[in-house]
């Protein structure tokens, strides 16, 4: 049986919990290989209960990050790498750019989720976003490293915003996560770094359960909700 894959491409360490922890669980169940690429340890912007301990410094605050994120991808059944591209700022050199093409290139995933387009209160959300879309681009080009397997077209799917009334996003698709909610919400509780963020996402996670209940018929307690990039290809209405 050949293996499926999918890449979560999140700009921060705890990101890929908060906004796709179910799906990634979800589908580690079904036997895909789910891979995580974290731009950055999020070891500025999104730290500040480490900041506050007296004497913390810059490694260390990556070294908990870093080992918050593996804990919670365990947990969820993903493999997860590491590129420290910086955080608040985060930048990316073409060289990097050209690496993330290459975990495309090696994976052929057959869906990637990642952030927004546009996110105010965040500019490295939608940086991330311009990342995972001009790489999977690159990695189509039969040009680019000719010799090597080009990538399909797989689908990208924009998970939800912290705030997504400001970010312009709109859910296009809900997921029902209620039978993994227990091992997100266990991913959840590696973040001690923000642990002010898991009452906020278990309500999101009941809010788009609601919502999917609600345009299903179904009986769904969790869901996450995404915004679909591309159009969706399929032979069945259903």
């Known amino acids: ?21 179910g799906a990634i669980a ?9 891979h995580v690429l974290c731009l950055s340890f999020g070891e500025r912007g999104e730290s500040a209960k480490l900041w506050k301990q007296p004497g913390m410094i810059l ?4 070294a908990a990050r870093r080992s918050e994120a593996e804990q919670a991808a365990e947990i969820l059944g993903a493999t997860i790498s590491f590129m420290d591209c910086g955080d608040y700022p985060l930048r990316v050199s073409d060289e990097r ?8 290139r090696r994976l ?3 869906f990637v989720l990642t952030h927004s387009f546009q996110d105010p209160y965040n500019f490295d959300h939608p940086l991330a976003n311009r990342l995972a879309m001009e790489a999977r681009v ?8 000719p010799g090597e397997q080009v990538l399909a077209a797989p689908p990208v799917y924009l998970f939800e915003p912290h705030q997504p009334e400001q970010c312009e996003w709109k859910p296009q698709l809900f997921l029902d996560i209620s039978s993994v909610w227990d091992k997100k919400y266990r991913a959840f509780q590696t973040m001690q770094a923000q642990e002010h963020l898991w009452e906020y996402y278990t309500r999101t996670g009941l809010q788009r359960g609601a ?7 179904r009986k769904i307690k969790y869901a ?13 209405f259903l």
């Not at 894959?5 to 705890?14: G, I, P, R």
């Not at 490694?59 to 990556?62: E, N, R, T």
């Not at 996450?224 to 069945?236: H, I, L, S």
């Open 108 to 110: 052929q995933p057959e």
């Open 224 to 236: 996450e909700a995404y915004q679909c990039v591309y159009p969706r290809v399929t032979d069945d």
């Open 138 to 145: 690159i990695a189509q080009a039969h040009g680019h490293l």
């Open 26 to 34: 979800l589908y580690a169940e079904r036997g895909w290989h789910i």
């Open 59 to 62: 490694g260390q605050v990556k």
């Open 97 to 104: 750019l050209l690496d993330i093409t290459a975990q495309y």
């Open 1 to 21: 049986m050949t293996q499926r894959n999918a890449l979560v491409v999140s700009a921060h360490s705890a990101d890929f919990v908060w906004r796709a922890g």
């Open 211 to 217: 919502q999917a209940a609600r345009n299903s018929g």
